[in-house]
Antibody, heavy 121, light 107 residues
């Protein structure tokens, strides 16, 4: 059974940093591309970042480019999202999502439970 | 970047009704289109990929169609458990943009 367990969310002041983790199990992590998606309170889904199976290719939404960094360790079955220079508008539930293959052209087939990030003074 | 536009933004229908939600891409994306369902307070769940392929375990009353720029999600006989917000998403290349969502309620 595919499981994605996010952690690391919490309350942080504007301008602060936070590192989210996604622990994956139930599939061969190193064979699948991964992504982060967020959802602000009462709002829709917003794709944030994606990473290839090797980590050699990374992609970011314009809203987070230069501030967020996605990374992975295939030996630890873990995906991370380093979030710097946080703003109030980054407040959201952050979901880790598994992709259907290692291709950049793969759909999002499983979602984690999400972790809440609140940026406020 | 390609924009994804869903219509309507909200929809109220009766149990047993046929419901249709549309999604339009600002440029062609072939059939690289997925539909996700998010029930109130729950995690999103994949319903359909490749525009028309049902994810395993999804009831057959759900179906998808379209290619290029215009796509449709259809529920043939609405059930109470289908109350949710539905999102389309392109996945042919980054950015993997979602539509703004369609909130479906029971009348």
């Amino acid at each position: 059974e595919v499981q994605l367990l996010e952690s690391g969310g919490g309350l942080v002041q504007p301008g602060g940093s936070l590192r989210l983790s996604c622990a994956a199990s139930g599939f061969t992590f190193s064979s699948y591309a991964m992504s982060w998606v967020r959802q602000a309170p009462g709002k829709g889904l917003e794709w944030v970042s994606a990473m290839s199976i090797s980590g050699g290719s990374t992609y970011y939404a314009d809203s987070v480019k230069g501030r967020f960094t996605i990374s992975r360790d295939n030996s630890k079955n873990t995906l991370w999202l380093q979030m710097n220079s946080l703003r109030a508008e980054d407040t959201a539930v952050y979901y880790c999502a598994k992709r259907s293959s290692g291709s950049y052209m793969s759909y999002f087939d499983y979602w984690g439970q999400g972790t809440l990030v609140t940026v406020s003074s | 970047d390609i924009q994804m536009t869903q219509s309507p933004s909200s929809l109220s229908a009766s149990v047993g009704d046929r419901v249709t939600i549309t999604c339009r891409a600002s440029q062609g994306i072939s059939n690289s289109l997925a539909w996700h369902q998010q029930k109130p307070g729950k995690v999103p769940k994949l319903l359909i990929y490749a525009a028309s392929t049902l994810q395993s375990g999804v009831p057959s009353r759900f179906s998808g169609s379209g290619s290029g720029t215009d796509f449709t999600l259809t529920i043939t006989s609405l059930q109470p458990e289908d109350v949710a917000t539905y999102y389309c998403q392109k996945y042919n290349s980054a950015p993997y943009t979602f539509g703004q969502g369609t909130k479906l309620e029971i009348k």
